[in-house]
T-cell receptor, first 115, second 113 residues
Framework: KAGVTQTPRYLIKTRGQQVTLSCSPI?????VSWYQQTPGQGLQFLFE???????NKGNFPGRFSGRQFSNSRSEMNVSTLELGDSALYLC??????????????FGPGTRLTVL | AQKVTQAQTEISVVEKEDVTLDCVYE???????LFWYKQPPSGELVFLIR??????QNEISGRYSWNFQKSTSSFNFTITASQVVDSAVYFC??????????FGTGTRLTIIP
């Protein structure tokens, strides 16, 4: 079974631009969660999607948004990029809703650099 | 609010030594789940273990073992006879209710050959 895939793996943008990251979960998994990892703030939860609905959201500004498609693939978008958005963005999938009650499988991440 | 503390930022041990990574958590809920994840240099988080709050039995999986003690709100992870491949950042995490997964700040483990 293929694992979680994320595209692109690396991305360089400039301040003010917007970016879209993509995540394809493991086949059959319906829940997708996104996390931001930075040296200063560590791993922080962004949001979780289940069956195309956002179930849970972390403490991030509205510039961070996401969506999930009927095939469970998910995208996250960051608008008006700031230098502080430079991070590793990790996507995780699990069979059902609830980020804790099921094992989450993580993708390799997208490394975003904002110049 | 829930919180996970991994006081050890970095640990270095010589190969074949045993090493214990500490994790202390805070939560007011009686039902919760604890996790350990490994993040190798490739960046991908690898699931190691999930333990619910009602199961205080220690667990052993090969060279890995976990000690869960509710009395001290700790969920420590021990690697026996460490190997170079164990070098990674290890994260402890907590969730309860319908809340988001909360990670500790991680412990960078370096195994010296």
């Amino acid at each position: 079974k293929a694992g979680v895939t994320q595209t692109p793996r690396y991305l360089i943008k400039t301040r003010g631009q917007q970016v879209t990251l993509s995540c394809s979960p493991i086949s059959g998994h319906r829940s997708v969660s996104w996390y931001q990892q930075t040296p200063g703030q560590g791993l922080q939860f962004l949001f979780e999607y289940f069956s195309e609905t956002q179930r849970n959201k972390g403490n991030f500004p509205g510039r961070f948004s996401g969506r999930q498609f009927s095939n469970s693939r998910s995208e996250m978008n960051v608008s008006t990029l700031e230098l502080g958005d430079s991070a590793l963005y990790l996507c995780a999938s699990s069979p059902d809703a609830g980020t804790g009650y099921n094992e989450q499988f993580f993708g390799p991440g997208t490394r975003l650099t904002v110049l | 609010a829930q919180k996970v503390t991994q006081a050890q930022t970095e640990i270095s041990v010589v190969e074949k030594e045993d090493v214990t990574l500490d994790c202390v958590y805070e939560t007011r809920d009686t039902t919760y789940y604890l996790f350990w994840y490994k993040q190798p240099p490739s960046g991908e988080l690898v699931f190691l273990i999930r333990r619910n709050s009602f199961d205080e039995q220690n667990e052993i999986s090969g060279r890995y073992s976990w000690n869960f003690q509710k009395s001290t709100s700790s969920f420590n992870f021990t690697i026996t006879a460490s190997q170079v491949v164990d070098s990674a950042v290890y994260f402890c995490a907590l969730i309860f209710g319908n809340e988001k997964l909360t990670f500790g700040t991680g412990t960078r483990l370096t195994i010296i050959p």
